[in-house]
Nanobody, 113 residues
Framework: VQLVESGGGLVQPGGSLRLSCAAS????????MRWYRQAPGKERELVAFISDTGAATNYANSVRGRFTISRDNAKNTLSLQMNTLKREDTARYYC???????WGQGTQVTVSS
């Protein structure tokens, strides 16, 4: 299993970013996926979930209405569209394969003016 996140960076409050997670080494369409994040000094936090088909999604209260998780099973890619970013969204973001306990290396998101 290999997961490679990308798309992080520095953005001003109120801005947007789109994270991607390229998956390989397993049958991507068979697995639900999650995005997590971890800020310095804090525990890793579940941000969003998507089912294997993409039909079901769920979000942490802190991001609901601002973030959108999606997937393209034909391209083995998981995405996280993040809008109206806040300083408290600053963290390293990770994709995760549900049931396989597999993590990517993460991508850093910094929200600052």
């Amino acid at each position: 299993v290999q997961l490679v996140e990308s798309g992080g960076g520095l953005v001003q409050p109120g801005g947007s970013l789109r994270l991607s997670c390229a998956a390989s080494g397993f049958t991507f369409s068979n697995y639900a996926m999650r995005w997590y994040r971890q800020a310095p000094g804090k525990e890793r936090e579940l941000v969003a979930f998507i089912s294997d088909t993409g039909a079901a999604t769920n979000y942490a209260n802190s991001v609901r209405g601002r973030f959108t998780i999606s997937r393209d099973n034909a391209k083995n890619t998981l995405s996280l569209q993040m809008n109206t970013l806040k300083r408290e969204d600053t963290a390293r973001y990770y994709c995760y394969v549900v049931g396989a306990n597999a993590w990517g290396q993460g991508t850093q998101v910094t929200v600052s003016s």
